[in-house]
C-alpha cells in the first residue's frame, strides 16, 4: 500500500530505524476488564499475545496496547494495575512482533515503563493534557507521539460535547499540543494526530470531524482516525456485529480517501481490504 494523498506524510521513522509506511492499519489490544468492545476477552496475557500476533498476521502495522479502558463513563485506572496488565504482554510481544507496539496511556509512569520494555509510540488520548511529564518522557526515549483530542475525563467527557465549530477547535487544539510536545523535544516527524472520535463528542460531532477531516490532514501531521465500532458508528450503521463492522469500514474508507494515515481497529483483516481499496481509487483518481 503506498500513501494516498500528497499532502499526506508518506511515512514515520522510528527510532530503531523500523518504517510505517502510510496509510497503515492499527490493531487494537484491550487488556482490561471493561473496555466496551472487547472488554475481558484479552486480560489473560497468553489470550492477549495470540491477538497480537493474529493481528500482525492479518496485515496491522502497529499493535496499539492499552491497560485502561476510557470509554464513555469509564473508571479510572491506577498506574500499577495498568502496568500489571500491559508489562507482560509487551514484554513477550517485543520479540516476536515484526511492527511496533504503541502504548495506549495517559500515564507517563505507565509510559516509560512500556518504552523501556519494548513499545515504540505513545498514544495520548488525553493529547498531552492528563500528565505534564508526558511529553518530557516521550521525548526523554525518543518515542514516536499520537496527540489525540479529547475534553475532561472518560466518566465526565459526554458532558463537554458542546462546541461552536467542532472542526476548528479540535484542529487548534490538535496544532497546540502537537506545539507543546515538540517544546519538550519531541521530534516534528514523530507525531500523529487524532480527533479522538467519541471522545466528549456526539455523533453530530463525529460527522462534522468527518467532514472537516481534510482540514485536520492540512495541520501536516499524519492523521489517525478511531471509529472502530464506536457508538456513532453503532447509531447510525446498526448495533449488530455485521452492522457495526461494515459501518467501521464505511468510516476507514472515507477516512483513507480524505487523507488520514491510519485506521484504528479491532479488526485489522477488512480493514487492510478496505484502505486498499481506498488507495487504489484515490490513485486512480490522480492519474
Ligand atoms: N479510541 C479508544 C481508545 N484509544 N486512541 C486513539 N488514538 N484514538 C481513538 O479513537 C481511541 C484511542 C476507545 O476504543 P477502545 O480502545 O476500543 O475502547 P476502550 O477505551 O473501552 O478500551
Known sequence: MSAQKSKSPQSLRLKDGRVIRFPAVMGILNITPDSFSDGGRFLDPDRAVAHALAMEAAGATIIDVGGESTRPGAAMVSAEDELDRVLPVIEELRDRLKVPI????????????????????????????????????????????????????????????????????????LERQAQVAISAGVDRSSIIVDPGLGFAKNARHNLALMGGL?????????????????????????????????????????????????????????????????????EHVRV
Do not use: W
Not at 142 to 152: E, K, Q
Not at 268 to 281: D, E, Q, R, T, Y
Open 102 to 173: 504503541s502504548i495506549d496511556t495517559r500515564k507517563a509512569v505507565v509510559a516509560s515503563a512500556a518504552l523501556d520494555e519494548g513499545a515504540a509510540i505513545v498514544n495520548d488520548v488525553s493529547g498531552l493534557t492528563f500528565d505534564r511529564a508526558m511529553a518530557s518522557a516521550i521525548a526523554q526515549a525518543d518515542a514516536a507521539l499520537i496527540v489525540m483530542h479529547m475534553r475532561g475525563l472518560p466518566a465526565t467527557m459526554d458532558r463537554l460535547a458542546r462546541y461552536t465549530d467542532v472542526v476548528a477547535e479540535v484542529r487548534a487544539f
Open 214 to 282: 481534510s482540514e485536520l490532514c492540512a495541520l501536516g501531521y499524519p492523521v489517525l482516525v478511531g471509529a472502530s465500532r464506536k457508538r456513532f458508528v453503532r447509531a447510525i450503521a446498526g448495533d449488530g456485529e455485521t452492522d457495526s463492522s461494515f459501518g467501521t469500514a464505511a468510516v476507514n474508507a472515507l477516512a483513507i480517501a480524505a487523507g488520514a494515515s491510519i485506521v484504528r481497529v479491532h479488526e485489522p483483516g477488512p480493514a487492510v481490504a478496505v484502505v486498499k481499496m481506498a488507495v487504489a481509487i484515490a
